[in-house]
């Protein structure tokens, strides 16, 4: 099993903490985890996220689309997931 960096961990523990109908950018999520100029390793991080825990639908880009999405949860879109939580686009 490979040990995940510190960085990672750091990324997981906030976007953990997103609360139901609520969002963070990518660029957000690298800033609160002490990196503000790591958005794209957010995104990769949240690509390879296999912890259904971390609710990686809730990370966005900062434009406000919605960005990829790893489908963890079946077929269920990232779209419809934050629709359901009450997030508006």
């Known amino acids: 099993m490979v040990k995940k960096n510190m960085f990672a961990l750091k990324v997981l523990a906030v976007v953990k903490k997103i609360k139901k109908g609520k969002t963070l950018s ?4 690298a800033a609160r985890a002490g990196h503000p100029g790591a958005a794209r390793a957010v995104g990769a991080i949240m690509r390879s996220n296999k912890d259904t825990s971390v ?3 809730r ?9 990829g999405y790893n ?4 077929m269920k879109s990232k779209l419809s997931l934050l629709h359901r939580e009450g997030v508006k686009f």
Not at 26 to 29: Q, T
Not at 71 to 74: A, E, K, Q
Request: contains cysteine; aromatic residues 4%.
């Open 26 to 29: 990518y660029k957000e999520v």
């Open 55 to 57: 609710p990686c639908h």
């Open 59 to 67: 990370v966005i880009r900062s434009d406000g689309t919605l960005g």
């Open 71 to 74: 489908g963890l949860r079946g």
